[in-house]
Structure formats: C-alpha cells, structure tokens
T-cell receptor
Framework: AQTVTQSQPEMSVQEAETVTLSCTYD???????LFWYKQPPSRQMILVIR??????QNATENRFSVNFQKAAKSFSLKISDSQLGDAAMYFCAFLADGLTFGKGTHLIIQP | EADIYQTPRYLVIGTGKKITLECSQT?????MYWYQQDPGMELHLIHYSYGVNSTEKGDLSSESTVSRIRTEHFPLTLESARPSHTSQYLCASGEETQYFGPGTRLLVL
C-alpha cells in the first residue's frame, strides 16, 4: 500500500516570498503519478500540478514548481511570489487505484 | 478540464433516512471516484469505478454503496444515515489526473 506523508501541518509565508511544502511517499511501484492539490476555504479541490514518475524533469506551472526526487521518494512544492489567493490547504497525492492523500499543509499568507 | 457536479451541496438529515448523493460529469471519463473528507481534512477513497457496471470499494470502509449505470453518473447511497456519516463527500473523475466536484457536506442529526 502507498503512503503519503506531509510533515508540515501549517506553514506561513509573507506575501511575495517563496515557500516550499514538503511531501514524501512510499511505494513499490516504478511508474506512477504524483499531484499537488489545493483546497481553499470554499472547499473545492483544485489541481495545482502533476508529475509523471518516468519524467526526470520537474513539472512547473507558472509560480508553482516541484522538486521531484524519485530515489528519495520526495515531492516538494515550491510556490514563488506568494499571493493572498494562495492561502489554502495543500494536499500531496499519489495515484494508485484512487488517490492516496497526505494529511495536508495549511498555508497562511501574511500580507 | 472536467465539468463535474455534485448535488446537494449541503444536506441536513435525520438518523435512519435514506440519502443519495449525486455526482455527474460531462467529459466522458471512464474513471470516477468518491472520497470522504473528515473534519480534520484527511481524505480517504471510499469507492471507485473504472466504467459502466464497474464499482470497487476503496481504502476506507464505508457503509455507503454506489452504482454506475451510465458513464456520466456515479451516485452514492446511504440506506440508513447515522451521525457517524457526517462528513464531506467529494466526487472526482478523470484518467490519470482527477478533477473534483464541489463536494456535499452532510450532517446527520
């Protein structure tokens, strides 16, 4: 069974600064997908970024990028130029039959 | 990106009632999922379907049942609601990438 660990229950960052959210996972699979989702207070889950395990290049989406270390089973999310709208719960997830989620990191943006 | 809909958005109901949470998507995805999100925000897979007439139980045991008679529709049913069923239920669809509906917040009194 896969497990996903987010060791930071809460993170705080100043607006316009950069923050990195940590995620580690455990799997015996060699080919898989990893995701970061955000869930703002309105509670709709929104895809932030995805990474295919077979791709060595780290995925990027505008201000969001990942540091994917397959051997270390690490998948961190970097948010650059943080904005107030980035405030949300962020979930790291691994795709097996369905998604296995970490417990989430509550990101606070300080104005 | 998928258009995925859930109704109702909020439901308050008494113990023992039968309820059905609706989920539909317009993108023709074969794969659909139900997740339960507890007050601590953890999400757990409770049901999934890889196509019409295919349903499987997820990682978290649930007293709910699902059906998949049409590709676009994946309803979840609780035959007899109990306070322990109070939670948020999220529906998702997609092949590798899953897209989520807005969720149904269920309160069982």
């Amino acid at each position: 069974a896969q497990t996903v660990t987010q060791s930071q229950p809460e993170m705080s960052v100043q607006e316009a600064e950069t923050v990195t959210l940590s995620c580690t996972y455990d799997t015996s699979e060699s080919d898989y997908y990893l995701f970061w989702y955000k869930q703002p207070p309105s509670r709709q889950m929104i895809l932030v970024i995805r990474q295919e395990a077979y791709k060595q290049q780290n995925a990027t989406e505008n201000r969001f990028s990942v540091n994917f270390q397959k051997a270390a089973k690490s998948f961190s999310l970097k948010i650059s130029d943080s904005q107030l709208g980035d405030a949300a719960m962020y979930f790291c997830a691994f795709l097996a039959d369905g998604l296995t989620f970490g417990k989430g990191t509550h990101l606070i943006i300080q104005p | 990106e998928a258009d995925i809909y859930q109704t109702p958005r909020y439901l308050v109901i008494g113990t023992g009632k039968k309820i059905t949470l609706e989920c539909s998507q317009t993108m023709g995805h074969d794969k659909m999922y139900w997740y339960q999100q507890d007050p601590g925000m953890e999400l757990h897979l409770i049901h999934y379907s890889y196509g019409v007439n295919s349903t499987e139980k997820g990682d978290l045991s649930s007293e709910s049942t699902v059906s998949r008679i049409r590709t676009e529709h994946f309803p979840l049913t609780l035959e007899s609601a109990r306070p322990s069923h109070t939670s948020q239920y999220l529906c998702a669809s997609g092949e590798e990438t899953q897209y989520f509906g807005p969720g149904t917040r269920l309160l069982v009194l």
